[in-house]
């Protein structure tokens, strides 16, 4: 239940232009201090995990490993994504919150 309320919270970031997709958008969000989370799919490559990390610890930006390729390209509306950044503040917050509490109900 939690999952579906994270991607519908993705897609209305989407839909507010609140969100950056694919690598190139969100390293650039990253740098530029606009994100304010990442989100990587859980099976995005190793190189993809390492690369994001990296950025985001030297950013100080929080990043977080949910859901598949699939999924978060099914809830922005568009194809397989591997990385996700949020630029808004508010949603960043919320969308966080939930992906604590659903790793403390697992």
Do not use: H, W
């Amino acid at each position: 239940m939690k999952q579906n309320k994270i991607l519908s919270l993705l897609g209305i970031a989407m839909k507010g232009r609140n969100l950056v997709s694919g690598e190139f958008q969100t390293l650039d969000a990253i740098r530029s201090g606009s994100a304010m989370l990442v989100i990587i799919a859980e099976d995005a490559s190793g190189n993809t995990r390492k690369l994001f990390t990296d950025k985001c610890s030297y950013y100080g930006v929080p990043v977080e490993i949910f859901g598949t390729k699939a999924e978060l390209g099914r809830a922005i509306g568009k194809d397989f994504r591997s990385s996700l950044g949020v630029c808004d503040a508010g949603l960043a917050d919320v969308i966080s919150r939930q992906l604590k509490e659903r790793e403390s109900a697992v």
